[in-house]
């Protein structure tokens, strides 16, 4: 089955840090573009990270200097790491991709999310 498969989330206290990944599994090919979201309760899933093919990355506002994305090509997983964190920052995150497995078409994949919380 092909699939993003998220880890890594948790509480922390305010300051704090967490590391997530994305795994793509299921005979996967390639990985393109990876991207991270979150949504908070009550809120619309905003976008927070993005690494290109080429490792370009961008950033939302409000993570730039906190957050850093990052990808293993030959584990086909990409990171986030989280520092500094502020109960703002608590949400489901969520990974996007674009995947290729053997013998199917390119097709836009979501993960399952993972919680983080922050606490003040």
């Known amino acids: 089955q092909v699939q993003l498969v998220e880890s890594g989330g948790g509480l922390v206290q305010a300051g704090g840090s967490l590391r997530l990944a994305c795994a793509a599994s299921?005979?996967?090919?390639?990985?393109?573009?990876v991207a991270w979201f979150r949504q908070a309760p009550g809120k619309q899933r905003e976008l927070v990270a993005h690494?290109?093919?080429?490792?370009?990355?961008n950033y939302a506002d409000s993570v730039k200097g906190r957050f850093t994305i990052s990808r293993d090509n030959a584990k086909k997983t990409v990171y986030l790491q989280l520092n500094s964190l502020k109960p703002e920052d608590t949400a489901v995150y969520y990974c996007n991709a674009d995947l290729v497995a053997l013998g199917r078409p390119r097709n836009n994949y979501w993960g399952q999310g993972t919680q983080v919380t922050v606490s003040s």
């Open positions: 299921g005979n996967i090919f390639s990985v393109s573009a």
């Open positions: 690494i290109a093919d080429n490792g370009i990355t």
